[in-house]
Nanobody, 115 residues
Framework: QVQLVESGGGLVQPGGSLRLSCAAS????????MGWYRQAPGKQRELVAA???????GYTDSVKGRFTISRDNAKNTVYLQMNSLKPEDTAVYYC?????????WGQGTQVTVSS
């Protein structure tokens, strides 16, 4: 059974950086896209960044120029480099790997931006 294991979250001061990683424990075939969502307390889950199988990327407006998504196809791993972090980036971050038949979700990792 495939599981997604996330790492890299934590507490960081405003202006700091974090790098999230999400690795699949097993083989996943027919991947359409990989991405990261986040959910802040009292808010709906929102798509932060996504990368397709061809390498095209997309970002929500609030993180453009600060976050970078990348992937390692051989390792079925997706990364999110987060720079210039702001308090409003505080949330639980979830990775997703979307295939033709199923969406796999990570367990979530807490990111807290605070001085």
């Amino acid at each position: 059974q495939v599981q997604l294991v996330e790492s890299g979250g934590g507490l960081v001061q405003p202006g700091g950086s974090l790098r999230l990683s999400c690795a699949a424990s097993g083989s996943i075939f027919s991947i359409n896209a990989m991405g990261w969502y986040r959910q802040a307390p009292g808010k709906q889950r929102e798509l932060v960044a996504a990368i397709t199988s061809s390498g095209s990327t997309g970002y929500t407006d609030s993180v453009k120029g600060r976050f970078t998504i990348s992937r390692d196809n051989a390792k079925n791993t997706v990364y999110l480099q987060m720079n210039s972090l702001k308090p409003e980036d505080t949330a639980v971050y979830y990775c997703i790997i979307a295939t033709m038949d199923y969406d796999y979700w990570g367990q979530g990792t807490q990111v807290t931006v605070s001085s």
